[in-house]
């Protein structure tokens, strides 16, 4: 059977002490005498005591904690690199200011359920339109947050990066390029989707597409539209469909590199041609799109940046700092071997 673990109280018989002055030898030690403290630490060891981190949380009134507040299950979330490039910038900033970072997903597939278990102080929300409950929950319990991706809250940090803009240029150059016969391969929308169309992102990506497409006297009834999760074993099947139809395109823009992937995936195991008989593009610029074959021309976003400037604004807002406006990133095309005229 497992010895007893050692409580404050041992360790303050250990060491000849009171029970406060244990707890200010870890919490507090400018209250007591260097010697004091350094006999009630060797004592602690001694015991393998160690304080209780919930506890020390309770009474700090802080977690030195950041949670992320994600929009799908964590399998999900894992499968897609983009998470890890903005992690990794999130990341950077928490090493640098001492923070960890809390991952939160959907709990019994209610974001707004998952926000009361997380002990943080405060959250990087990512994908959430702003008049869900959950934007209303953080601002009812007063918990410090900054939206990525979502709609503009008055008051509250934002980032988000010219979604479309940056699809505007890479409809633009497919269609410059003589492509009429388009396919869209969209991330399934989800919650995203009313009944008054696209929101966030997903809206702002097909906005620019349609830019592009008027300018050519063209409209989204013109292309082919085609919704998948965000897996490439999604993207895979939706383009084997997508092939499968009459009337199939010549080009197939693609709203993520992982949907990409999977596009080019299919085209080849059907024997059809990357880029000369159909051309893909994506949208992100993960780092496996500038080694992928072919190599994929998609639309760049600094990830890594935005994970960096999400962290920054959330521990300046803990810190009750001067608050950050809404930023949003520029996008740029990225031109490699997946795109070429039609034949």
Same mark, same amino acid.
């Given at each position: ?10 360790? %303050? ?35 393998? @005591?160690?304080?209780?981190? /919930? ?5 700090? *009134? ?12 964590? %399998?999900? $979330? ?24 809390? /991952? ?12 009361? @278990? ?46 479309? *803009? ?69 993207? @895979? ?60 021309? !998609?639309?760049?976003?600094? $990830?890594? !940046? ?8 959330? $521990? ?28």
């Amino acid at each position: 059977m497992p010895s007893r673990k050692a409580t404050s109280n041992d360790v %303050a018989a250990a060491a000849g002490v009171s029970r406060s002055a244990v707890s200010f030898a870890f919490n507090n030690p400018q209250r007591i005498s260097v010697a004091t403290r350094e006999r009630i630490l060797a004592a602690a060891e001694r015991l393998g @005591y160690t304080p209780d981190p /919930l506890g020390r949380m309770l009474r700090a *009134g802080t977690t030195n904690s950041i949670g992320v507040l994600l929009p799908q299950r964590l %399998a999900w $979330i894992l499968e897609n690199p983009y998470y890890s490039r903005f992690l990794m910038g999130a990341g950077q900033v928490c090493d640098q200011e001492g923070y960890t970072l809390l /991952l939160t997903p959907p709990l019994q597939d209610s974001v707004l359920k998952a926000i009361p @278990y997380a002990a943080v102080d405060g959250f990087i929300v990512c994908g959430l339109e702003a008049d869900r409950g959950e934007v209303a929950e953080l601002s009812r319990r007063g918990i410090p947050f900054v939206l990525i991706d979502s709609d503009r809250v008055p008051g509250a940090p934002s980032v988000e990066v010219d979604d479309r *803009g940056g699809a505007r240029e890479v409809a633009r150059y497919l269609l410059d390029l003589g492509h009429r016969r388009l396919a869209v391969l969209s991330m399934d929308p989800g919650a995203a989707v009313t009944e008054r169309g696209y929101r966030g992102p997903l809206a702002r990506r097909m906005a620019g597409i349609a830019d592009a497409l008027a300018e050519r006297d063209l409209t989204m009834a013109d292309v082919q539209l085609t919704e998948a999760p965000v897996t490439r074993a999604e993207g @895979y099947r939706a383009t084997r469909d997508l092939m499968a139809g009459g009337h199939a395109p010549t080009a197939i823009l693609a709203l993520s590199d992982i949907l990409a992937y999977g596009a080019v995936d299919a085209l080849q195991e059907l024997a059809i041609k990357v880029p000369s008989e159909v051309s893909v593009t994506g949208f992100d610029d993960l780092s496996e799109s500038a080694w992928f074959r072919p190599r994929l021309t !998609t639309v760049r976003q600094p $990830i890594v !940046t935005k994970g960096r400037m999400a962290a920054e604004f959330l $521990i300046s807002a803990i810190r009750g700092e001067e608050q950050h406006p809404h930023q949003v990133l520029g996008t740029s095309l990225v031109v490699r071997e997946s795109t070429t005229k039609p034949a």
